[in-house]
């Protein structure tokens, strides 16, 4: 039981051990804090996090509501755009959210919030590399530099606008010709349409999202003195007398001092009873896996028209994309993958043996209207750290940090690097 009892050192219960809860827990636990991690899943990052896309994009932060989109809107809920799908519904909440989704669209909110992300992008960059400086942790991370692609001059003309406003604020990203782009990266020379160039983020990473909260969950429990509750689920939260008390579906009880809600897109049903509304959509993706193919790029690549995302990941190679928003059902619908794997196939055919790709995979983006995940302490017990859609692998290592920073303080009690 996390309980403060006599022991001076706050107890903090935090709920949902995906990327964010584990990476939360670790900047808690290192500032002195006593923490129980609760997930119903027997491992930790088998929800959203298990399979996701694996690129840690520190600096491909623009949001995805952007002046572009309105004229789209109705295409999108119509189904026209394969990438990307809005579901027709009436439900109050989802209405609410795709309005407040569209008040963001504007250029100079698109502006603000691409730029707050990209600050909270080169936090998580610093706070990994402390991370893993401290820690030997093996999750396939490399620094292999990430590559946008782009087909249409007019597109790689805005992009250059939006690299020269990342650069004012301290990102560091070039744009590439054909030439270049295909020195740099020869095996994109298999495509059937060159690229006309492509941004390049030298800085960029990739690593196993899954592997990465396996292995700092028990850093966390050996070197920490985390309580790891695994195939625990959490099926009520209220703060009485000044303590969080959390019920689980065995009939226990947990108390604590503080209580950290990092459930993903499942937080949204905790959220009406704290006053923070309907700020949470899930938005479906799909990837698969597969053997390396005969020619695969070594950087994470990005195709921009057509939203898929690849990479290798410790000898294999990740497929990622789609978006389907308002939809938070996660069974494998046929269609869509076999429209993933051709498309992947389209576009760089010889990276992956695709005949021999592994099952398919979905997730729920925990969206918020802005891109912008809600880290904050609600009230004296109460801190949600979520709606980091489609950027959670990405930032949870900086918002952890700025969670901790509003729970406990920047200086704390520091424990460990
Ligand atoms: C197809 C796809 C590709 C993506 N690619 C990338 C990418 O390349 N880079 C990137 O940065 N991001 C990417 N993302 C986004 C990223 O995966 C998510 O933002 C991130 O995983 C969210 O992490 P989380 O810890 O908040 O949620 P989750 O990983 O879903 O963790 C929440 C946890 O809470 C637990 N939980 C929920 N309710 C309860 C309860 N009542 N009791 C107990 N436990 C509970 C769940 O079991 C789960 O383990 C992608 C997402 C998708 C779908």
């Given at each position: 039981m996390a309980d403060s009892g006599s022991d001076k050192a706050l107890s903090v219960i935090v709920v949902g051990a995906g990327v964010v809860g584990v990476a939360t827990a670790y900047a808690l636990a290192r500032r002195g804090a006593r923490v129980t991690l609760i997930d119903r899943e027997q491992q930790p990052g088998r929800g959203t996090s298990f399979a996701n896309g694996a690129q840690l994009s520190y600096l491909y932060t623009d949001a995805l509501a952007n002046p572009g989109i309105l004229k789209r809107v109705p295409g999108l809920l119509l189904g026209l755009e394969p990438a990307f799908r809005l579901k027709p519904s009436l439900d109050p909440a989802y209405l609410w959210w795709l309005l407040q989704f569209l008040r963001n669209a504007t250029p100079g909110r698109f502006r603000a919030n691409t730029l707050a992300g990209l600050q909270l992008g080169l936090e998580s960059r610093s706070a990994m590399a402390a991370l893993l400086a401290a820690h030997s942790l093996?999750?396939?991370?490399?620094?292999?530099g990430k590559l946008h692609l782009h087909d249409s001059s007019v597109g790689l003309a805005e992009a250059a606008k939006l690299v020269e406003l990342k650069r004012r604020h301290g990102g560091q990203q070039e744009i590439l010709g054909t030439a270049e782009l295909l020195t740099l990266e020869p095996a994109l020379r298999s495509r059937a349409v060159v690229p006309v160039g492509a941004v390049y983020t030298p800085q960029d990473a990739v690593g196993d999202p899954f592997r990465f909260c396996v292995g700092l969950l028990d850093v966390l429990v050996r070197s920490f003195g985390v309580a790891a509750r695994l195939g625990t689920i959490v099926t009520g939260m209220e703060l009485r007398k000044g303590q969080a008390v959390v019920r689980l579906n065995e009939g226990e009880t947990l108390t604590a001092d503080e209580l950290v809600i990092c459930?993903?897109?499942?937080s949204g049903r905790w959220l009406a009873t704290y006053g923070l509304g309907s700020s949470l959509q899930p938005m479906k993706g799909y990837s698969f896996t597969a053997p390396l193919g005969v020619d695969c790029p070594v950087s994470s690549i990005t195709?921009?028209?057509?939203?898929l995302v690849f990479c290798q990941l410790q000898g294999r190679v990740r497929v990622a994309g789609l978006a389907e928003l308002g939809?938070?059902?996660?069974?494998?619908?046929a269609k869509r993958f076999d429209y993933l794997l051709a498309t992947a196939r389209d576009i760089?055919?010889?990276?992956?043996?695709y005949a021999a790709a592994g099952e398919p995979w979905t997730g729920l983006r925990p969206m918020t209207p802005s891109s912008l995940p809600i880290v904050r302490r609600v009230r004296p017990g109460l801190s949600v750290n979520i709606?980091?859609?489609?950027l959670g692998w990405t930032f949870a290592m900086g918002s952890a940090e700025r969670l901790a920073n509003a729970m406990l303080g920047v200086a704390g009690q520091q424990r460990g690097p």
């Open positions: 093996d999750f396939g991370h490399s620094a292999s459930a993903g897109a499942e195709d921009v028209a057509r939203k939809t938070a059902d996660r069974t494998v619908a760089l055919p010889l990276a992956a043996d709606g980091h859609g489609m």
